[in-house]
Nanobody, 116 residues
């Protein structure tokens, strides 16, 4: 059974940091490109970051470039999103997505609230 389980969300003050995790199981994690997205009510899901198979390359949306860092650990089947210099507009539910040989898999999301 394919599972992607996000964790690490919560309440943080503006300027603070959070590290999100996404633990994968049920598929060959190392063969999948991993992405992070986020969504706020009434808006489409926004792509944030991608990391290639083998961690050879990463790419970021302009909205998070230089503040967020995506990484992966194929030994533990986990992808991370380090979020620094958080702003109120980063408040959203954050999702990881796996893209690979068997298609796309999504997690259930973890909520991040940036507020003082």
């Amino acid at each position: 059974q394919v599972q992607l389980v996000e964790s690490g969300g919560g309440l943080v003050q503006p300027g603070g940091s959070l590290r999100l995790s996404c633990a994968a199981s049920g598929f060959t994690f190392r063969a999948y490109v991993m992405n992070w997205y986020r969504q706020t009510p009434g808006r489409e899901r926004e792509w944030l970051a991608v990391i290639s198979v083998g961690s050879y390359s990463t790419n970021y949306a302009d909205s998070v470039k230089d503040r967020f860092t995506i990484s992966r650990d194929d030994a533990t089947n986990t992808v991370y999103l380090q979020m620094n210099s958080l702003k109120s507009e980063d408040t959203a539910v954050y999702y990881c997505k796996a893209h690979g040989p068997r298609g796309d898999f999504w997690g259930q999301g973890t909520a991040v609230t940036v507020s003082s």
